[in-house]
C-alpha cells in the first residue's frame, strides 16, 4: 500500500521562464525529495501558474517584467492552491484511490487527520466522489461515494493509515526542501519568497 502527494501538471511547451519537464496534460507528478532540477521546475511552474490570478488591491500592483509578473500571485495571493492530493495505491490489487479531484488540493491534505482524529470522515472533491471514513479501526477508502454500491473500496487499519500519511507528509517537507535549494538557483531574487509561499500552498507552515 502506498499514499503519495501528487501534483496535477500540464505540458507547458511554451514556458522559457525556467527549466521545467516534459509532461503531458492531466497527469500527476508525485511530490518527494528525489526529484530532477526540472520536475522541481515543472512542480514550481504548475503551483504558480494555478495562482496566477488578480489579486486584490492590497497586494500591490502586478510587476511588468514576465517572470515578476508570472509569481505575482503566488507571492500575494492570501489562499494558496495546489492542484492534487494523496493518491492511495493498492499493489496487491491495482487499485487507487485518486484523492485528487475538483475543489481539493494539497493544500487540504491535513483532511486526512480529521478522518483519523477529527469527525472520522471527509470528502475529497468529485468526479470521482472519493470518501474517506473512520469505522472504528478501519479507515474506508471509497472511490465514488455516489456509486453507492458499485464503488470499489480499499479499507486499512487506522495505524497504517496513520503512517501512511506520517510519510506523505515528509514527502512533502522534502519536496519544500530541494524546492528552497531549486529556488536559490534558478529564481535568487524571489527564493526565500517562493519558498515561503509553497510552504503555504502545501500547507506546511514557513518555518516547516
Sequence with gaps: MVMQPVLEIFAADDFTL??????KSYGYLVLNGKLTPAEVGTAVMR??????????????PCPTDPLGAFLHGLLTMPDLLAAGGFRVTDNATDTVFVEPGCCSGLETWRDWLEVLDGSGCSYFGHDPSSMAERVGDTVRLTLDAHAKDDSPVIELPVDQVRALVTGAQQDLRDFLGLAGTWAEQHLPTYAAAVTVALARALDLGPTQ
Design 18 to 23: 525556467w527549466p521545467v519537464g516534459e509532461h
Design 47 to 60: 503551483i504558480a501558474d494555478y495562482n496566477d490570478f488578480e489579486p486584490e488591491e492590497e497586494h500591490g
